[in-house]
Structures are given as structure tokens and as C-alpha cells.
């Protein structure tokens, strides 16, 4: 047995030795991983910098406003179009066309005007109504309407062949369709002319409109989910505070409840399985003499219908058997690991404690949440300013076939160019923003660098929070009279120390987990742009690779967790932190895996109670079924939208209480560990664990009083 364990300590690492000095986080400490740390400050005046020249070269503009057929935006202050805040397109049918999915771009010209049509005219018929003043504020502008003929202005695409009701959404002009007795109408016309003499039918407008349908069918939505807010805010802020303090309270009494949740729920699952055997059992005898019900699994093969195999004695016995076995792991398990069991419940409780001795810890992660939202604000602003930056591209557009078809134009010179003579039907159209110098070629290469920052960033205010709980929840464990022993601020003292030593392993951590997450992004990108392709082979190693790098990633979360621990205490640099870590938790892997489940039920029972009584409270109150004070609950559009809020709002606010306590129930873990290591119980080592846990161990102090 001495030499097993001999072997088994050196496959994990040497346990700690006894040091006499050491009293919890050691505060005579050395900068760590100097050069992560400088990198990092490199990266973030690199990123910076990016930012700066995304800013004074883009123009979020281009996402509010829409832009004519010459690139200029509509409705902008300071511009020729500022009084004309609305886009008109000469031939909405042509939107339909396939090469829109390409382009972006509709084939037809576009021109920014003050208004939307409403009445239904052709430039044919307008003359001869006295139309022809209201018809020319939709033509382009300085179009020659008084000198030359109607069918001159169409060969020039000055002007529209006509003129359909329609209504502004997003800015842009689309028809007003209506549905009237099963028939698609635009105002009161089933049919229109298209301006060439030719009679068209309503629905070929369809296509190119039931897109702009189900936009404002969604504006109409957005509107009044905005409404609910307006009227529900208050409520839903009071839902919010009373998930708060739920949260607070349930984590405070955990202390007390932790054991009798876990063996209550125990012993609940021994029942129901108990009584899942009893059941499959009378099924089984009960399908005896039953006739056929002894054909066999095998032989009726594969149906459809799963009932058919709930009339088979063969289906119950295997039920009976399985049931059997899962009971029999459950009760072998309760033999022979319920000291551990006892051992988890005692480090959660004693979790409790040290919660409610560093009661700002319950608050930290608000500071965490407010820089993860700089790190998010910066992100997306700089990735809009990238994407704007582009400069305004024209292309040719055409209807029949042009071999110009496609290549960049002036909009100035173009009827002065070839391209008019071989393809009388062709136009210079703003196509898109882009640009051929060198910032602008490596627009893709900067977004790319933006994602990688937000996710290096993100991890680093993580792993900064993680460092800074588990330095003074440290502080807790290792003070052997509590709470005399307890250093003054823990939690301050603690986030000093992180940012002034060990800044640099932060980066480090957060810089690996940072890379495998903007791998898997890549993977993720190349799984979007194989899915129309047939190689099954190419699809299956993708599906490998992100399984695999999915479950790095969580490897490395976990690793790092641990490792930061190890740093918040001990002062060591990364990768010497994170070594001790792992072998530690390998030399522990059973009281590693029974406390992790353990706590994972407790904190799914915490959050599914928080969350399901405020949601429920939340459901009776906005559904009219209880009134707190009469006429107190608003009318609403739908209901569902305070509620969904309160109840996503509240596994927010129940996952951040959680996460400090899981947090406190990670470190008291390995510290544990290492009092067991370090320590015998002797008058010059004594055990620093509380005394419900050297009672579970049988371990006791010899000549020193308990911690």
C-alpha cells in the first residue's frame, strides 16, 4: 500500500509540506508573469488606437439612414436631402429579384423624396390629370419633365412609370397592400398599369413587398412590447428587488438548510426509484398469461407507435432491471461515499458562514457586471464604426445581359462612358460601402481583432472577480479565531493584491481561454459556410472539432478557476498555480466530483425555487389573478413581456448571488485540502477547519483549542 501511494503521489504532484510561516494569502508577494502583464498594456493601447481610427473613419449613419441610388443619405441635416427623409424605388418588383440576395442593392433607382405616394398615377395619364407638378417631386432631380415626352423620360429612367399608394417603413416607401375578400389590393386597385401600355395584376407586387409585411407586422410587435415597459417598468423593477432579496435570503439560510435539502432529496430519489421497481414489477406480472405479450423485442422490431411495446413482458423486465441496477448505485454510493457527502454538506454550510462574515462580497459582482458592459459598450461601438467605415462603391446595374455587368462606376461621368452605348438599359447604382486602400483591406483583419480583445478582455474582468472572491474568502479560512483573525476590508485587500501582482496572470489565463474561444468562433463561421455543401467528411470533422475544442473550453474554465485560487493564496505565478491546483483536485478526485454535484443540485434547486416563486408571483399579478392594491396591476398587450422579463431578470440576479457563493465553496475546498496536507492536528499543526468538519473526519486539535 506505501509504495501504491508513493506512485500515486508522483503521477499528482507532492503534497504540501508544513510551514510554519504561512497563515492564509501570503501577503510578501512578487509581480507575476511580467510579460503578459505588458502585452495585455500593449494590446488594450493597440485596441484603443483601433478604436480611435474606426471612429474618425466610420459613420454609424449608414445603419440609420438609407442611402440613393448615388450614396447620399436621406433625411441627414446639412445635405441636399434634408427635408426628403424617405426612399422611393422607380420599380419595387424589381427587389424581388435573386441578385438582391448578392448585391444588397435593388436594380432600379432610388431617390430620396418628402413624402410617400398616395394616389395611384402613371407618367402616361399624369399630364392629361393635372398631375404632373405632385408626379415630378418623385422624379430625379433636374429632370427635364416639361421638354421632353413621357416615354423620353422613361428611356432615361428619370422617371417612374407610375405612382402606387404607399406607406413609410423604415424609412423606405413600400406598397400598401391589403387583403379584400382573398384578393391582394393596393388602395382600391386589383390591377395597374406599368407605364408601357401593359395591364399588370396587384400580386406582382407581392414579392416585392411581403418582406416590408412582416417587417411592420414586427414594428407593430416592437411597439407594443414597448408599451407593456412604459406601463409595467415600476412592477417589473419591484420583481426584481424582491428576486434580490430572496436571493439574499435563501444564501444566508443556506447555512442551516444545506443538509437537509441534499438528504431530503436523497432520500426522495431512493423512493421514487424504489417505487419505479415495485411498478415494473405488477406491470410484468400482471402482462403473465397475457397473450402476446411473450414476443420478444426482436421479433416485432421497430414500430412507431411506442405504446405497442408497453404490452410486452420483455419491455417491463428490461425497465425492472435497469431500474434495479440505477437503485442499486444510488444505495452503493450512499454506503461508501456518505462521509463525503457530509463532508461536501459541511464545506457548504461553513461556505455560509463565510459569506455572511464578508457580506460586500454579495455586491462585487455588480462592479464585475458594470466593466464586462464597458468591455461589451466598447465592442459593439467599435465593430459599427468598422463596418461604416467604407466608402460609397457604384456598380452597374442592368436587366439584360451586359458584359459591363458588375464593374465599379462614376455616377458623374457614366452616361458619358462605353458602358451606356452597348447597354442602353444599364445604370450607375450606389452599390455598396468599400474601398481599395490598405485600411480598408484589412477591415476584416481589425474585426477580427475586436472580437479577440472583447473575449481576452472579458475573461480578464472575470478572472480579476475571481481572484479578488477567492483571496478573501481565503482570508476567512485561514484566520484560526474567526472573526478575530479575519484581516480588516479582505475583499479590498484582496483586489489590490490582484491588480498590483498579479495582473500579468490574469492575462495569461484569460489569454488562453480567449485564443480556444476564437477558434471555436472560426469553427463556427466554417460550419455556417459548409452547410449548403455535400462533403460529409468535411462536415464531420468539423462536428469533431467543435465537440472537441467545446470541451477544452470548458477544461480551461475549470483549470482557471482553480488556478486563480491557487494565485489568490499562494502568490505563484500562472502555470505554477495552476499545476498545484490540478494535482491537488487529482489527489482529491472523489471529494472533488461528490462536491461538485452536491453543490451544482443545491445551486439548480436555489435557483429553480427564486426563480419559480418570483415568476409565479409574477404570473398572478399581471394575469389580474391577485390584487396587491386595487387596480395596481397595468393593462397590458401581452402579458407574457413583464413576466418573461422579471423571470430572466431574477436567474440574473439568483446566478450572481450563486456565483459568489460558488465561488466561497471552491475555495474553502482547496483550502481544506491543503489544511489536510499541511497540517496534523498536532500542538505545532493544527487543522484550521471549523469543527463540524474535523468531527466528520475524526480529527482533532492536540493542545490548541478548536479554529
Not at 79 to 98: G, M, Q
Not at 423 to 452: M, R, V, W
Amino acid at each position: 500500500m506505501g509504495g501504491q501511494r508513493e506512485n500515486y503521489y508522483g503521477k499528482h504532484g507532492t503534497p504540501q509540506k508544513y510551514d510554519p510561516t504561512f497563515r492564509g494569502p501570503v501577503y510578501d508577494r512578487s509581480c507575476t508573469d511580467v510579460v503578459c502583464c505588458v502585452v495585455l498594456l500593449a494590446a488594450i493601447i493597440a485596441y484603443v488606437l483601433v478604436g480611435v481610427v474606426a471612429w474618425t473613419h466610420g459613420d454609424p449613419r449608414k445603419v440609420i439612414y438609407p442611402t440613393d441610388s448615388r450614396g447620399r443619405f436621406c433625411g441627414q441635416q446639412g445635405t441636399a436631402n434634408a427635408n426628403k427623409p424617405f426612399l422611393f424605388y422607380f420599380d419595387i418588383v424589381k427587389c424581388a429579384s435573386p441578385s438582391v440576395l448578392v448585391t444588397f442593392q435593388c436594380p432600379t433607382t432610388q431617390i430620396c423624396v418628402r413624402r410617400c405616394p398616395d394616389r395611384y398615377l402613371t407618367l402616361l395619364t399624369a399630364p392629361a390629370a393635372n398631375e404632373m407638378d405632385y408626379y415630378r417631386q418623385f422624379c430625379v432631380s433636374g429632370a427635364q419633365t416639361t421638354s421632353k415626352a413621357p416615354l423620353e423620360l422613361l428611356r432615361d429612367k428619370e422617371c417612374p412609370a407610375m405612382l402606387i399608394p404607399s406607406t413609410p417603413l423604415l424609412r423606405r416607401c413600400f406598397p400598401a397592400l391589403r387583403a379584400q375578400q382573398g384578393v391582394v389590393m393596393v388602395g382600391n386597385q386589383t390591377t395597374y398599369d406599368d407605364g408601357r401600355g401593359h395591364r399588370r395584376n396587384v400580386t406582382d407586387l407581392l414579392e416585392g413587398a411581403k418582406k416590408a409585411n412582416v417587417v411592420l407586422e414586427a414594428r407593430q410587435l416592437a411597439m407594443k412590447i414597448f408599451e407593456d415597459y412604459t406601463v409595467s417598468w415600476y412592477w417589473i423593477i419591484i420583481g426584481l428587488v424582491i428576486a434580490m432579496v430572496i436571493s439574499l435570503i435563501f444564501v444566508v439560510l443556506l447555512r442551516f438548510v444545506a443538509g437537509i435539502m441534499v438528504w431530503v432529496m436523497i432520500v426522495m430519489v431512493v423512493l421514487v426509484l424504489g417505487y419505479g421497481i415495485f411498478h415494473c414489477y405488477m406491470e410484468y406480472a400482471k402482462l403473465r398469461g397475457t397473450a402476446g405479450s411473450d414476443v420478444s423485442l426482436k421479433d416485432i422490431g421497430f414500430q412507431t407507435d411506442l405504446r405497442v411495446y408497453l404490452h410486452l413482458r420483455q419491455t417491463w423486465l428490461a425497465f425492472l432491471v435497469m431500474v434495479s441496477v440505477l437503485e442499486a448505485v444510488v444505495l452503493l454510493v450512499l454506503v461508501f461515499l456518505r462521509r463525503r457527502i457530509m463532508v461536501a454538506i459541511a464545506l457548504i454550510e461553513e461556505s455560509g458562514r463565510a459569506v455572511a462574515h464578508v457580506m460586500t462580497s454579495l455586491l462585487f459582482p455588480l462592479g464585475t457586471f458594470f466593466l464586462l458592459c464597458l468591455c461589451l459598450g466598447f465592442w459593439a461601438t467599435t465593430a459599427v464604426f468598422l463596418s461604416t467605415s467604407n466608402e460609397a462603391v457604384y456598380k452597374v446595374f442592368n436587366e439584360s445581359v451586359c458584359p459591363f455587368s458588375g464593374q465599379s462606376c462614376d455616377p458623374e461621368t457614366f452616361n458619358t462612358t462605353n458602358v451606356t452605348r452597348f447597354c442602353p438599359d444599364a445604370q450607375c447604382l450606389f452599390a455598396f460601402y468599400g474601398g481599395e486602400t490598405s485600411y480598408h483591406k484589412a477591415l476584416i483583419a481589425l474585426q477580427f481583432f475586436n472580437l479577440f480583445m472583447f473575449f481576452w478582455l472579458a475573461n480578464f474582468v472575470l478572472a480579476l472577480g475571481q481572484v479578488t472572491l477567492a483571496g478573501a474568502f481565503a482570508s476567512y479560512y485561514w484566520a484560526f479565531k474567526k472573526p478575530d483573525d479575519i484581516p480588516a476590508f479582505p475583499l479590498f485587500s484582496a483586489f489590490g493584491r490582484a491588480l498590483r501582482y498579479h495582473t500579468g496572470s490574469l492575462a495569461f489565463g484569460s489569454l488562453v481561454l480567449a485564443v480556444v474561444q476564437i477558434i471555436r468562433v472560426v469553427l463556427e463561421y466554417l460550419d455556417h459556410r459548409l452547410k449548403a455543401a455535400e462533403n460529409k467528411l468535411a462536415k464531420f470533422l468539423l462536428g469533431c472539432l467543435k465537440c472537441c475544442f467545446w470541451c477544452l473550453e470548458k477544461f480551461i474554465k475549470f483549470l482557471n478557476r482553480n488556478a486563480y485560487i491557487m494565485i489568490a493564496v499562494y502568490g505563484t505565478n500562472f502555470c505554477t498555480s495552476a499545476r498545484n491546483a490540478f494535482f491537488l483536485l487529482m489527489r482529491n478526485i472523489i471529494r472533488v466530483a461528490v462536491l461538485d454535484k452536491v453543490t451544482d443540485f443545491l445551486f439548480f434547486l436555489g435557483k429553480l425555487l427564486i426563480v419559480g416563486s418570483v415568476g409565479i408571483l409574477a404570473f398572478f399579478f399581471f394575469t389580474h389573478r391577485i390584487k396587491l392594491v386595487e387596480d395596481a396591476a397595468p393593462s397590458l398587450n401581452y402579458y407574457w413581456v413583464p413576466i418573461l422579463t422579471v423571470i430572466v431578470g431574477s436567474y440574473l440576479i439568483a446566478h450572481g448571488f450563486f456565483s459568489v457563493y460558488g465561488m466561497c465553496v471552491d475555495t474553502l475546498f482547496l483550502c481544506f485540502l491543503e489544511d489536510l496536507e499541511r497540517h496534523d492536528g498536532s500542538a505545532e499543526k493544527p487543522y484550521f477547519m471549523s469543527p463540524d468538519l474535523k468531527k466528520l473526519l475524526k480529527k482533532t486539535n492536540k493542545g490548541q483549542p478548536d479554529a
